[in-house]
C-alpha cells in the first residue's frame, strides 16, 4: 500500500471554520502577535469571549483555523505586524466571507480611519496576508512580491489591490448551486466525471471524496452531500494514519475514501485542524533536524575514520626510531662502499645475532653525512611523537566511539526532544559543520579582482588560496585574510602565502588539511626541488608587513613547523 499523502487545508475546510466561527462578526480585535514570521495570530474579543484567530501564510502550512493555546510574540515586532497594530488593532470585524469558493478570504475591520480588509490569500506558495486601506490602496503584506518575481500581480505599497487571478473561468460555486444544479452539473459529465473541471475551489482529495460518494451512492449521494455544505452540518475529524499514528489532517465531514478507524471526531474543525497542523508541524521539524543532523554525523564520522587510520600509520612509522637510528649509523659505517650513483647501500645488522643484510635507500645526490642526518632526524622525530601520537589515538578513537553511539541513536530518535539533545551535543563536540545561509547577491565574476590567487579544497572540504605573485601574496595577506584563518609559508626562502580559510574556528582544522596546504607552500617555493621543506604556520593576526616594504614580504610570530614533502 502506497503511503498515503497529507490531507491539504483546501476550500471546504476554509469555507467550514468560517461558518464555525460566524460569531466573529461584531468582534474586537484586542491584540495581533506574529509568532513566525509568515504566521499572524488575532485576539478576538466576542460574546464575552477571547478567541485566537491562527492565519499562515506558510507555502507548505498555509492555513486559517482557531487555536486554544497561547503563542508567544516576536521579541522585536516586524514590520508588517507593526503595520497592522497601527491601523486595525481596537477595529472591529464587520464581515469575514471567501471569496467565491476560493481560497482567498476578506475580512472587513472597521477602525477609526474608515474600513480597512485584510485579505487572506491561502495559495501555496502564492500564500499572502495583505492590509488593504479604505481607499483600496496597499498598505503592507507579509510578503512583498516585486515586478521580477511575478509581472502578473507584484504585491507593493502604495498599488491597488486587485484579486489573483482565477486558475479557470466559468466553474460552479457549490455554496449558491441549487439541487437542479446538481442534477445538471451530473447529466452533464456523464460516467467521466472530472469535478475539478466544473466546480470550484475543489482540492484533489474533494474531488476523489465526491467520486467516491458517486460511485457507493450515485446523484442521491451527491446531492445529501450538497444539503450537508449548504446548511453547515459538519462533523469534523481528524484522520491519523494508525500504523504510525501520523496525522495525515482534518476535514469537514467523516471520508468516504479513508477508513473508519483511521479518523477520530472532534467538537470543531477549528480543533482538528490545531490538532493536526500541531503534529504535521512537529514532524515536519523533526525530519528538518534529522536531515541536518544525520549527513553531518555521517561526515564527521569517516573524517574521524580517516584520521584514526592515519594515526595508526604514524604510530607504526613512529616504532621504527631503533631502525632509523641503525640506518644512520650504517650508513656512515659502511657508505664508503658504495659506488657514485648508487641508491641503495647493503650493510649487515649488528643488532642481531646472525647480521643479516639490510637495505638502506640512498639519495644519490646528497653525501654520506647528509643521508644519515635524514634518518638520524626521523629517529629523533618518531621518538618525540610516539607518545604524542598515542594519547591523540585513544582521544580520537573514545570520540569515534561516541560519535557512532550518537549516530545510532539519532537514527533511532524517536521525537524532536530527543533529536534536539543530539543536536546541541554535536554541536558541543564541534561535529557540525553548519554554515550561515550566504546573502543572495549576484556573483562576483572576480572575487580576486584580477589578482592571481588559486583556490584548492583539502581533503577535510577546507578552502585554501594560493598567491601566485608577489601582488597576489599582498592581495591575499591584507584584503582577503580574516584574523583567525591560517597563514603558511616555506620557513626559508621565498614562496607563495597560503591561506586556509577556518570560518573563525582555527582550532577545528585538522592536521591532514595543514599538511596539505603547506604542502602547497612547498611546491610554490624555490624549495620545491627538496626531498624535505619545513613550512611555517600561524594565524593572520600575528603576521604584518612592515611599511615600505616590497611586495610579498612579511613578518610574523606565533609559528609552529611543519616538515613536509612537497611531491609527497
Given at each position: 500500500?502506497?503511503?498515503?499523502?497529507?490531507?491539504?487545508?483546501?476550500?471546504?475546510?476554509?469555507?467550514?471554520?468560517?461558518?464555525?466561527?460566524?460569531?466573529?462578526?461584531?468582534?474586537?480585535?484586542?491584540?495581533?502577535?506574529?509568532?513566525?514570521?509568515?504566521?499572524?495570530?488575532?485576539?478576538?474579543?466576542?460574546?464575552?469571549?477571547?478567541?485566537?484567530?491562527?492565519?499562515?501564510?506558510?507555502?507548505?502550512?498555509?492555513?486559517?483555523?482557531?487555536?486554544?493555546?497561547?503563542?508567544?510574540?516576536?521579541?522585536?515586532?516586524?514590520?508588517?505586524?507593526?503595520?497592522?497594530?497601527?491601523?486595525?488593532?481596537?477595529?472591529?470585524?464587520?464581515?469575514?466571507?471567501?471569496?467565491?469558493?476560493?481560497?482567498?478570504?476578506?475580512?472587513?475591520?472597521?477602525?477609526?480611519?474608515?474600513?480597512?480588509?485584510?485579505?487572506?490569500?491561502?495559495?501555496?506558495?502564492?500564500?499572502?496576508?495583505?492590509?488593504?486601506?479604505?481607499?483600496?490602496?496597499?498598505?503592507?503584506?507579509?510578503?512583498?512580491?516585486?515586478?521580477?518575481?511575478?509581472?502578473?500581480?507584484?504585491?507593493?505599497?502604495?498599488?491597488?489591490?486587485?484579486?489573483?487571478?482565477?486558475?479557470?473561468?466559468?466553474?460552479?460555486?457549490?455554496?449558491?448551486?441549487?439541487?437542479?444544479?446538481?442534477?445538471?452539473?451530473?447529466?452533464?459529465?456523464?460516467?467521466?466525471?472530472?469535478?475539478?473541471?466544473y466546480v470550484e475551489g475543489l482540492s484533489r482529495f474533494t474531488a476523489d471524496e465526491l467520486e467516491t460518494i458517486a460511485q457507493?451512492?450515485?446523484?442521491?449521494?451527491?446531492?445529501?452531500?450538497?444539503?450537508?455544505?449548504?446548511?453547515?452540518?459538519?462533523?469534523?475529524?481528524?484522520?491519523?494514519?494508525?500504523?504510525?499514528?501520523?496525522?495525515?489532517?482534518?476535514?469537514?465531514?467523516?471520508?468516504?475514501?479513508?477508513?473508519?478507524?483511521?479518523?477520530?471526531?472532534?467538537?470543531?474543525?477549528?480543533?482538528?485542524?490545531?490538532?493536526?497542523?500541531?503534529?504535521?508541524?512537529?514532524?515536519?521539524?523533526?525530519?528538518?533536524?534529522?536531515?541536518?543532523?544525520?549527513?553531518?554525523?555521517?561526515?564527521?564520522?569517516q573524517a574521524r575514520e580517516r584520521a584514526v587510520a592515519d594515526l595508526e600509520r604514524a604510530l607504526s612509522e613512529s616504532q621504527?626510531?631503533?631502525?632509523?637510528?641503525?640506518?644512520?649509523?650504517?650508513?656512515?659505517?659502511?657508505?664508503?662502499?658504495?659506488?657514485?650513483?648508487?641508491?641503495?647501500?647493503?650493510?649487515?645488522?649488528?643488532?642481531?645475532?646472525?647480521?643479516?643484510?639490510?637495505?638502506?635507500?640512498?639519495?644519490?645526490?646528497?653525501?654520506?653525512?647528509?643521508?644519515?642526518?635524514?634518518?638520524?632526524?626521523?629517529?629523533?622525530?618518531?621518538?618525540?611523537?610516539?607518545?604524542?601520537?598515542?594519547?591523540?589515538?585513544?582521544?580520537?578513537?573514545?570520540?569515534?566511539?561516541?560519535?557512532?553511539?550518537?549516530?545510532?541513536?539519532?537514527?533511532?530518535?524517536?521525537?524532536?526532544?530527543?533529536?534536539?539533545?543530539?543536536?546541541?551535543?554535536?554541536?558541543?563536540?564541534?561535529?557540525?559543520?553548519?554554515?550561515?545561509?550566504?546573502?543572495?547577491?549576484?556573483?562576483?565574476?572576480?572575487?580576486?579582482?584580477?589578482?592571481?590567487?588559486?583556490?584548492?579544497?583539502?581533503?577535510?572540504?577546507?578552502?585554501?588560496?594560493?598567491?601566485?605573485?608577489?601582488?597576489?601574496?599582498?592581495?591575499?595577506?591584507?584584503?582577503?585574510?580574516?584574523?583567525?584563518?591560517?597563514?603558511?609559508?616555506?620557513?626559508?626562502?621565498?614562496?607563495?602565502?597560503?591561506?586556509?580559510?577556518?570560518?573563525?574556528?582555527?582550532?577545528?582544522?585538522?592536521?591532514?588539511?595543514?599538511?596539505?596546504?603547506?604542502?602547497?607552500?612547498?611546491?610554490?617555493?624555490?624549495?620545491?626541488?627538496?626531498?624535505?621543506?619545513?613550512?611555517?604556520?600561524?594565524?593572520?593576526?600575528?603576521?604584518?608587513?612592515?611599511?615600505?616594504?616590497?611586495?610579498?614580504?612579511?613578518?610574523?610570530?606565533?609559528?609552529?613547523?611543519?616538515?613536509?614533502?612537497?611531491?609527497?
Amino acid at each position: 500500500m502506497r503511503e498515503p499523502k497529507p490531507i491539504p487545508f483546501d476550500s471546504l475546510s476554509l469555507y467550514a471554520v468560517l461558518q464555525e466561527r460566524n460569531f466573529f462578526i461584531g468582534g474586537r480585535i484586542q491584540e495581533i502577535r506574529q509568532p513566525e514570521a509568515l504566521t499572524i495570530v488575532l485576539h478576538i474579543y466576542a460574546q464575552r469571549t477571547e478567541h485566537r484567530l491562527l492565519i499562515s501564510a506558510d507555502a507548505q502550512f498555509a492555513r486559517m483555523h482557531c487555536i486554544s493555546t497561547k503563542v508567544p510574540n516576536a521579541p522585536t515586532p516586524p514590520p508588517f505586524l507593526q503595520s497592522l497594530r497601527k491601523h486595525i488593532d481596537g477595529g472591529i470585524i464587520r464581515a469575514c466571507s471567501m471569496v467565491g469558493f476560493d481560497r482567498i478570504v476578506q475580512m472587513e475591520v472597521q477602525t477609526r480611519e474608515g474600513l480597512y480588509r485584510l485579505m487572506v490569500e491561502l495559495m501555496g506558495k502564492h500564500s499572502n496576508i495583505i492590509l488593504v486601506e479604505p481607499v483600496g490602496l496597499i498598505r503592507s503584506a507579509i510578503k512583498w512580491v516585486s515586478p521580477r518575481q511575478s509581472e502578473a500581480r507584484p504585491i507593493r505599497a502604495g498599488e491597488p489591490y486587485r484579486l489573483p487571478p482565477t486558475r479557470v473561468e466559468g466553474l460552479l460555486n457549490p455554496l449558491v448551486m441549487t439541487e437542479e444544479d446538481w442534477r445538471r452539473l451530473w447529466a452533464q459529465m456523464g460516467e467521466t466525471r472530472d469535478w475539478q473541471a466544473y466546480v470550484e475551489g475543489l482540492s484533489r482529495f474533494t474531488a476523489d471524496e465526491l467520486e467516491t460518494i458517486a460511485q457507493t451512492e450515485g446523484l442521491e449521494g451527491i446531492l445529501a452531500w450538497a444539503y450537508r455544505l449548504r446548511n453547515g452540518l459538519w462533523e469534523p475529524v481528524v484522520i491519523r494514519e494508525p500504523h504510525t499514528r501520523r496525522a495525515l489532517g482534518a476535514y469537514p465531514f467523516p471520508s468516504r475514501q479513508l477508513p473508519a478507524e483511521w479518523q477520530h471526531g472532534r467538537s470543531s474543525l477549528s480543533l482538528a485542524w490545531e490538532q493536526a497542523f500541531t503534529e504535521r508541524l512537529q514532524q515536519a521539524r523533526y525530519e528538518a533536524l534529522r536531515q541536518t543532523l544525520l549527513p553531518n554525523l555521517r561526515r564527521a564520522l569517516q573524517a574521524r575514520e580517516r584520521a584514526v587510520a592515519d594515526l595508526e600509520r604514524a604510530l607504526s612509522e613512529s616504532q621504527h626510531a631503533d631502525r632509523w637510528q641503525l640506518y644512520g649509523e650504517l650508513v656512515l659505517a659502511f657508505g664508503h662502499t658504495l659506488a657514485p650513483g648508487d641508491t641503495v647501500l647493503h650493510a649487515p645488522d649488528y643488532t642481531k645475532p646472525d647480521m643479516p643484510t639490510v637495505e638502506i635507500p640512498i639519495d644519490p645526490t646528497k653525501s654520506l653525512a647528509e643521508n644519515a642526518e635524514r634518518y638520524f632526524q626521523k629517529a629523533r622525530r618518531a621518538r618525540e611523537s610516539h607518545a604524542e601520537l598515542r594519547a591523540r589515538l585513544e582521544r580520537l578513537r573514545e570520540e569515534l566511539h561516541a560519535l557512532r553511539y550518537a549516530l545510532e541513536n539519532a537514527e533511532r530518535a524517536p521525537d524532536e526532544s530527543a533529536l534536539r539533545q543530539l543536536h546541541e551535543q554535536a554541536k558541543q563536540q564541534g561535529w557540525l559543520r553548519e554554515t550561515p545561509t550566504p546573502t543572495a547577491r549576484r556573483p562576483e565574476k572576480d572575487p580576486f579582482e584580477g589578482h592571481k590567487i588559486r583556490v584548492h579544497l583539502s581533503p577535510d572540504g577546507y578552502q585554501v588560496l594560493v598567491g601566485e605573485n608577489a601582488q597576489a601574496n599582498d592581495y591575499l595577506l591584507t584584503r582577503v585574510a580574516k584574523p583567525n584563518d591560517w597563514w603558511l609559508h616555506v620557513r626559508t626562502g621565498t614562496g607563495a602565502h597560503v591561506i586556509i580559510r577556518t570560518d573563525n574556528q582555527p582550532q577545528r582544522v585538522p592536521k591532514s588539511t595543514l599538511e596539505f596546504a603547506a604542502r602547497l607552500a612547498a611546491q610554490h617555493s624555490a624549495d620545491k626541488h627538496a626531498r624535505v621543506v619545513e613550512v611555517d604556520y600561524t594565524l593572520r593576526k600575528y603576521v604584518r608587513k612592515p611599511k615600505g616594504a616590497p611586495p610579498g614580504f612579511a613578518l610574523y610570530t606565533h609559528e609552529k613547523t611543519l616538515r613536509v614533502e612537497p611531491r609527497g
